[in-house]
């Protein structure tokens, strides 16, 4: 066996492709990796084989997308084109330095900048030497696949508001900054005396550095209470709107006519709620592309086998079930269909999780998205388009989060009949002072103050602050929060599923027991360590790794019996390791201890296996999938406040059940399909009310979109990550407890500084409109009441760590 | 007077070149990828 210069895959001889470079022997797999090896020789590129480490490329991916699809993504302006183009296949920072080399000697291209993080390439070349065909055909001779970046346009849209709000947000700091100096001059002037010149310069300072504040960084909350406005409902933007719009506009005002400005209290409402959003829509970019992505891992083009033995390429939609495709080595499948003939192995991780590559033979099933190993194969269709596995999935996803009410935020409701109030209250004002015969400037002034004075930064930032302070202490414990409505969700939860595999379970299996019969521990466990060595399976690898790789043995003529077991030989005796099927089917009967132990420990619910030198059983060798030692724990601590706990899971009711009773769950729903798992969410919710459910599989991902929080594993599938609110990021579940606490203790912040802003609101409102607040100590009362809410946000970071 | 205008001239200038700076950086997309450029200075350049 040779390994493909290229890819590092192992070549069967019969079918490798060898060539002399530079006098020495190299093998590839197939003519795609001679093709990219030779163009990286030519092209002066090879630095990249010396700067992978370990890292397998696999063959190049030969999905093709039709090349007219791209021309939508270019963008012309004068002598430069642009095209944003999404790159399947980037997998480290070499190949992210391959793309860009490589396109950077094209002639015409101009500027090449992968971003790692997504995926995407921003490529500009001259419209006059080249052309966007040529860029994909470019990347597509490299081994990676350029798609046409419209999938994402879900992902873009927010991309694009993340950037913009980064922009106002950056824009606002900066002015603000400036502001809070002359303000703070002001404000030592009032007390020690200013000379009037500089009082007036300070002034006038303040208002042009917060215009730009207010009228460009200000906009989206303009905009959002117009739109309000318009439907007669007012939310959180009218509330910012009024706030700082007001008091920017009544220190204008008083430019002009006299009197003190405000100008700082407008530019750091605006300053502190932008940077909150900023976060906020920054993570729902991320998680929206993600889901995204997983849609699109299934190829658009599949190669469909003809009468008479060739293939054309055909789009996935027009098959239609019972038609054979070929799938090279390397491809995704672009179906769920049947193996009909060929052999290979699927890299299914995108559905278990599982990283281990499945074994697939003729009659094997297999799923679109998985991606097809070393082996050609024939597939029969059975579900296209819509109707497979990956794409139910996701539509069950995509459904239960399009679904979900949005939440009701406290503070939205209470905003919604205190903004009226207010305007009613300034509206009265306005016409009483007119009515007692003062100018009309003087009682617009007056009513003027008391929307400044009523709108109080305090009320605005009451609730996202609260949540910011609370979602980076909820990071800081490793819980990463998608939004502040996942915590505002999480402190009514009344109700906890967790998933068993993975989420209550280390997810992988550890060796337990060795029993020898007739030979001695020791020897068979090295026998089966060393047979083991080259195993990919899960229960393989627990086992192998019971043993030093030094001290395991040369194994020759090793073979996976898939499903069954492996047999190998070592000092010249083949020996089996597997289940008692796979023995019996070698003739070795599986009786006495063997048979005893085996069923013992089966009926322990432990994984066992079974030792032979093809004669007589050897050894029973047995595997558990541990629980995490903290899972009975976080469940006793969940039920100490009253919340209610079960578990879901596709495992049977036997295993199950023990797992439940080890940590202590009473309730259990065993074999639950993925879309069973989401109905059983619904259940829970009307039996105990908001749901909160902990998993990691893609089959937890439809639960986890479904309950009012779904929290996923840090090491669980992307999809699941992706539908759940939040991520459990160092996998401790003692964590949930201790977040359950957190959002509790927000959302009691949260209600504090309500009150607060509102008990000032309540002193305050009856002194403007009787005229009777002083100018200074309504900045006093503003400051104030603005640094309470914020020391108070604040105590959420200590405490419950 | 003149000292303490002169000192607002340079506060205002130099918050402004931080202002341009930061309008440049998220311009030229430097927000979009925190991720890549720590890999980039592994990346020796043999053949630039």
Redo the contacts between chains.
């Keep these: 066996m040779a390994l493909c210069a290229h890819c590092l895959l192992e070549v069967p001889e019969e079918s490798a492709i060898r060539e002399t470079i530079d006098g020495k022997e190299s093998v590839f797999c197939c003519p795609g990796c001679r093709a990219i090896h030779g163009l990286l020789r030519s092209e002066?590129?090879t630095?990249f084989y010396a700067?992978r480490h370990g890292w397998t490329p696999g063959p190049p991916e030969t999905a093709r997308v039709p090349l007219d699809a791209f021309d939508g993504a270019v963008r012309t302006s004068g002598r430069q084109a642009e095209a944003d183009l999404l790159i399947s296949g980037i997998r480290c920072?070499s190949c992210?330095?391959l793309i860009e080399r490589y396109l950077g000697k094209r002639p015409g291209v101009l500027s090449t900048?992968?971003?790692?993080?997504?995926g995407r390439a921003?490529v500009s070349w001259d419209p006059s030497e080249t052309g966007v065909g040529d860029v994909v055909l470019a990347i597509r001779a490299l081994g990676y696949t350029p798609y046409p970046p419209e999938a994402l346009h879900v992902g873009d849209a927010l991309?694009r508001e993340t950037?913009d709000l980064?922009?106002r947000f950056?824009?606002a700091a900066?002015?603000s900054?400036?502001v809070m100096?002359f303000t703070a001059g002001l404000y030592a002037g009032y007390f020690q005396g200013i000379d009037a010149?500089?009082a007036h310069?300070f002034r006038w300072?303040c208002f042009l550095l917060s215009t730009p504040v207010v009228f460009y960084s200000g906009a989206p909350f303009l905009l959002g209470a117009l739109r309000g406005a318009r439907h007669g409902a007012f939310g959180m933007d009218a509330l910012v709107f009024l706030g700082a719009f007001s008091a920017y506009g009544y220190s204008t005002a008083s430019l002009f006519l006299g009197g003190e400005v405000y100008f700082d209290t407008s530019t750091m409402i605006l300053t502190l709620i932008l940077l909150g959003r900023y976060i906020e829509a920054g993570a729902k970019a991320r998680a929206a592309e993600g889901i995204s992505r997983l849609v699109r891992l299934a190829p658009v083009v599949a190669r469909k086998v003809v009468q008479g033995g060739g293939t054309i390429d055909v789009p996935v939609a027009s098959l239609s079930p019972g038609d054979l495709v070929e799938v090279v080595p390397g491809e995704r499948m672009p179906v769920d269909g049947n193996v009909v003939e060929g052999g290979s192995e699927a890299d299914e991780a995108l559905l278990s999780g599982e990283s281990a590559p499945v074994p697939k033979t003729a009659g094997d099933p297999v799923v679109a998205g998985s991606r097809n190993g070393t082996g050609r194969l024939l597939v029969r269709v059975a579900r296209t388009g819509g109707d497979t596995v990956l794409s139910r999935i996701v539509q069950a996803v995509e459904e239960a989060q399009a679904r979900k009410a949005p939440i009701q935020r406290l503070a939205d409701r209470v905003v919604r009949f205190f903004v009226p109030a207010i305007l009613l209250v300034a509206a009265g004002t306005v016409l009483s002072v007119l009515h007692r015969g003062s100018l009309p400037h003087a009682a617009l002034m007056a009513g003027i103050s008391v929307l400044v004075i009523a709108c109080p930064c305090a009320l605005g930032l009451a609730t996202p602050l609260a949540v910011l302070v609370g979602t980076t202490s909820a990071q800081a414990r490793g819980i990463l929060v998608r939004g502040g409505d996942v915590l505002e969700q999480a402190a009514g939860v009344r109700c906890v599923l967790f998933d068993k595999t993975g989420t209550l379970t280390l997810g992988r299996p550890r060796l337990t027991d060795v029993e020898g019969i007739g030979i001695g521990r020791e020897d068979a466990l090295r026998l089966a360590a060393s047979l083991e060595s080259s195993s990919e399976h899960a229960i393989g690898r627990a086992i192998a790794e019971a043993v030093p790789a030094a001290r395991r043995l040369t194994v020759h003529g090793f073979r996976a019996h898939p499903g069954e077991g492996i047999e190998g030989e070592i000092d010249g005796v083949r020996y089996l390791l597997g289940r008692p099927e796979l023995l019996e089917r070698f003739g070795v009967p599986v009786d006495g201890e063997a048979s005893r132990a085996y069923s013992a420990h089966s009926a322990a619910l432990r994984t066992a296996v079974l030792l032979s030198d093809g004669s007589r059983p050897l050894a029973v060798l047995a595997t558990e999938d541990a629980l995490r030692p903290e899972a009975a724990g976080a469940v006793s601590l969940l039920r100490g406040t009253g919340t209610a706990v079960a578990m879901l899971t596709g495992d049977d009711p036997g295993v199950a059940a023990r797992v439940a009773v080890e940590v202590g769950i009473g309730e259990i729903r065993a074999r639950v399909t993925p879309e069973g798992k989401r109905e059983e969410v619904r259940r829970a919710r009307e039996r105990f009310g908001p749901v909160l459910v902990v998993g990691d599989g893609v089959n937890d991902a439809p639960a986890l979109a479904e309950a009012d929080v779904g929290i996923a594993m840090g090491r669980g599938t992307g999809l699941a990550i992706h539908s759940a609110g939040a991520t459990l990021m160092t996998e401790d579940l003692l964590r949930i407890p201790a977040f359950l606490a957190l959002s509790r203790a927000t959302m009691r912040v949260i209600r504090q500084n309500l009150f607060w802003a509102f008990s000032y609101n309540l002193a305050a409102i009856p002194l403007a409109v009787a005229g009777k607040l002083h100018p200074i100590a309504a900045a006093a009362f503003m400051a104030g009441s603005s640094l309470l809410v914020v020391g108070n946000s604040l105590r959420l970071r200590k405490g419950g760590r | 007077m003149w000292t303490t205008l002169l000192l607002i001239v340079v506060s205002l200038a130099l918050g402004f070149a931080g202002w341009l700076l930061f309008l440049w950086a998220v311009k030229s997309d430097q927000y979009d990828d925190v991720e890549r450029p720590k890999h980039r200075m592994l990346d020796d350049d043999e053949d630039a």
């Design positions: 002066g590129l630095g700067r920072a992210v330095w900048r992968v971003n790692f993080a997504t921003r991309r950037s980064l922009l950056g824009t900066f002015l900054m400036q100096l010149r500089y310069l300072l």
